[in-house]
């Protein structure tokens, strides 16, 4: 079965979110709150798209790689005592954030630039 791939980017004002199935075809593109208002929803949305689209997730979270005390790194701390947790519907790793980007044209337009997670995914949660 094949999984969808999805990268959660927080940055200084939303958190960035690219889901994926496969290498090749973008599903889903989100800027949402910085701070979910629930600390289950992290698990609740990789939950929901697992459940919608019937494939597990492998997602990742993109860590600040130059500070362990960003917002970056603590933002979702609470939502999962331990990362690298597996579920039947949901993996979730932590990775340090990359500065080199790749440009491909997925169709979804409109809500900026991507291609950060887009690598990420093709080379963490693919493997």
Do not use: N
């Not at 200084?12 to 290498?23: F, K, N, V």
């Not at 459940?51 to 999962?80: H, K, N, Q």
């Amino acid at each position: 079965m094949e999984s969808i791939w999805l990268g959660l980017c927080p940055s200084s004002r939303t958190t960035r979110i690219l889901a994926m199935r496969g290498p090749g075809e973008t599903i889903l593109k989100a800027h949402l709150s910085l701070h979910p208002t629930s600390p289950r929803a992290v698990v609740a949305l990789l939950e929901a798209i697992a459940l919608w689209e019937g494939a597990p997730v492998r997602a990742a979270l993109v860590v600040d790689d130059e500070s362990t005390s960003s917002t970056s790194t603590s933002l979702y701390r609470d939502t999962f005592a331990l990362f690298g947790e597996q579920t039947p519907l949901y993996g979730l790793e932590w990775v340090p954030q990359s500065r080199t980007v790749r440009r491909r044209r997925d169709g979804l337009t409109g809500l900026g630039d991507f291609a950060d997670l887009e690598r990420l995914l093709a080379r963490t949660v693919a493997r």
